[in-house]
């Protein structure tokens, strides 16, 4: 069912598509895209924004940084950059696509200083578990874009996620370290722009498990091969 509030995002202003970045596979020219930002302005990347209230208020709150958010559900990101909108916010460039691939093939080799991935869906039963975002593939990817230094972010209420999330970037020997020493994660911990699903898991008296990763130094060993090159599509069946 369409509501009134879905009709309201599906025409794109101009405005809107300001802060919408190309579809394709090409790499990302960051330059090009915040034409505005200093050369070595900080990015930060958020996979799976959903309503944007996260990315919105990290780019107000960071005007030097460089944003960019990927989100597969196409409404919500124009929703998102109705809202960036809203907050005059204009550091932010918002792709509707699925993320794998994005990261896979728009990001260059440690391009990417912060990275949030906050209540991926979390597939909770056995059969679904293997459409999670975050395998050890997608890890890899990120370890590829992730600059030294990088934070790699991680919430979710699914705790058995977080350790299988924890789990795969053990497998990714010397490429991460883990800031939540001793327990390796963190519960319930006050956050600065807490999400819609952060609001919504807590309001339902979930207990939220939270990561936090540090890239080192250490080279990245060889990615996984791709299944799939996402090729040209027709339109509106595009993924990326
Ligand atoms: C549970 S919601 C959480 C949204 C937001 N991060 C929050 O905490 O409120 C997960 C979001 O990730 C998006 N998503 C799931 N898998 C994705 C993928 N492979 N690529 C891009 N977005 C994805 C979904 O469309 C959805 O908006």
Same mark, same amino acid.
């Given at each position: 069912?369409?509501?009134?509030?879905?009709?309201?995002?599906?025409?794109?202003?101009?405005?809107?598509?300001?802060?919408?970045?190309? !579809?394709?596979?090409?790499?990302?020219? &960051?330059?090009? +895209?915040?034409?505005? *930002? @200093? /050369?070595?302005? #900080?990015?930060?990347?958020?996979?799976?924004?959903?309503?944007?209230?996260?990315?919105?208020?990290?780019?107000?709150?960071?005007?030097?940084?460089?944003?960019?958010?990927?989100?597969?559900?196409?409404?919500?990101?124009?929703?998102?950059?109705?809202?960036?909108?809203?907050?005059?916010?204009?550091?932010?460039?918002?792709?509707?696509?699925?993320?794998?691939?994005?990261?896979?093939?728009?990001?260059?080799?440690?391009?990417?200083?912060?990275?949030?991935?906050?209540?991926?869906?979390?597939?909770?039963?056995?059969?679904?578990?293997?459409? !999670?975002?975050?395998?050890?593939?997608? &890890?890899?990817? +990120?370890?590829?874009? *992730? @600059? /030294?230094?990088? #934070?790699?972010?991680?919430?979710?209420?699914?705790?058995?996620?977080?350790?299988?999330?924890?789990?795969?970037?053990?497998?990714?020997?010397?490429?991460?370290?883990?800031?939540?020493?001793?327990?390796?994660?963190?519960?319930?911990?006050?956050?600065?722009?807490?999400?819609?699903?952060?609001?919504?898991?807590?309001?339902?008296?979930?207990?939220?498990?939270?990561?936090?990763?540090?890239?080192?130094?250490?080279?990245?060993?060889?990615?996984?091969?791709?299944?799939?090159?996402?090729?040209?599509?027709?339109?509106?069946?595009?993924?990326?």
């Amino acid at each position: 069912m369409v509501t009134a509030g879905m009709r309201r995002y599906r025409n794109r202003t101009q405005l809107q598509a300001t802060l919408i970045g190309p !579809r394709g596979s090409d790499l990302l020219d &960051l330059d090009t +895209l915040f034409p505005d *930002a @200093a /050369p070595k302005a #900080r990015v930060r990347l958020e996979l799976g924004f959903g309503h944007g209230e996260f990315i919105s208020a990290l780019a107000k709150a960071h005007p030097e940084d460089r944003l960019i958010g990927v989100e597969q559900d196409d409404l919500r990101v124009t929703k998102t950059a109705h809202r960036c909108i809203k907050d005059g916010v204009a550091n932010v460039r918002l792709f509707a696509g699925e993320a794998h691939g994005f990261v896979r093939f728009r990001l260059r080799p440690a391009s990417i200083h912060r990275i949030y991935v906050l209540f991926p869906d979390p597939w909770p039963k056995l059969g679904h578990r293997r459409r !999670r975002l975050l395998t050890r593939s997608v &890890l890899l990817d +990120l370890s590829h874009a *992730a @600059a /030294p230094g990088c #934070r790699l972010v991680m919430a979710s209420d699914t705790h058995e996620y977080v350790f299988q999330c924890l789990s795969n970037l053990s497998t990714l020997g010397g490429l991460w370290r883990n800031l939540y020493q001793p327990a390796g994660y963190r519960i319930d911990i006050p956050t600065r722009f807490p999400t819609l699903f952060e609001r919504h898991k807590k309001a339902e008296g979930c207990r939220i498990a939270y990561l936090s990763m540090e890239r080192t130094d250490a080279p990245p060993p060889p990615r996984a091969p791709w299944p799939v090159r996402p090729g040209p599509q027709p339109a509106g069946q595009r993924t990326l």
